[in-house]
């Protein structure tokens, strides 16, 4: 009974170190930089500049083929008038205890999408532009990943946060394609 006991409480103690997908588990104990609520940008937005103020941010489930992902972000723009969106949208991660997790995230073409570059698209009230986030896919086993998705529509502006368990690891590089409709980014 007290082997057994014992093996039961291993097996418990196991499943605490590592979560579903076998990634670290979160430690109350770890150190590291929070996540910033906005990355460091050069001047502020124009003012006719689509920002969380007159627009918002939609972020769906990712998306796999041969060992590559996609996640698309859309942005909309909910105000009475017109916005600009020029460029391309600023991506952080978190990790599982809540810190800013290393990834290089590079401006330009994924496997997975295209990137046309950077040009002004001006959004009336309804109007929808998305942007293809792209990475190869990563184990997680034992590793920080990502657990929280940032986005701001550009760098600088105020970022939006999304609780999802991602293949992001420590390290990894990610590509972002510019703003561009809707249409045209997601096929």
Do not use: K
């Not at 082997?3 to 196991?14: F, G, N, R, V």
């Not at 698309?72 to 997790?101: E, F, R």
């Amino acid at each position: 009974a007290a082997t057994q006991a014992q093996l039961s409480e291993d097996e418990a103690s196991a499943a605490q170190q590592v979560e579903l997908d076998g990634a670290a588990a979160p430690d109350p104990e770890a150190t590291g930089d929070p996540v910033p609520t906005a990355a460091s940008a050069q001047g502020s937005p124009p003012e006719d500049a689509c920002t969380s103020q007159n627009s918002t941010l939609m972020l769906p489930r990712e998306d796999a083929a041969t060992g590559h992902r996609v996640q698309y972000v859309t942005l909309v723009n909910v105000s009475d008038g017109p916005c600009v969106v020029d460029g391309y949208p600023d991506v952080a991660y978190g990790d599982q205890n809540g810190h800013l997790l290393d990834v290089t995230v590079a401006e330009g073409s994924s496997f997975m999408a295209q990137d046309a570059g950077a040009t002004p698209l001006a959004l009336q009230p309804g109007d929808a532009v998305s942007a293809a986030i792209g990475w190869d896919a990563n184990s997680v086993h034992g590793l920080l990943a990502a657990r929280t998705v940032w986005v701001a529509v550009a760098p600088g502006q105020e970022r939006s946060s999304w609780s999802m368990p991602l293949d992001i690891v420590s390290g990894s590089v990610v590509h972002i394609t510019a703003w561009e409709p809707r249409d045209a980014a997601q096929g």
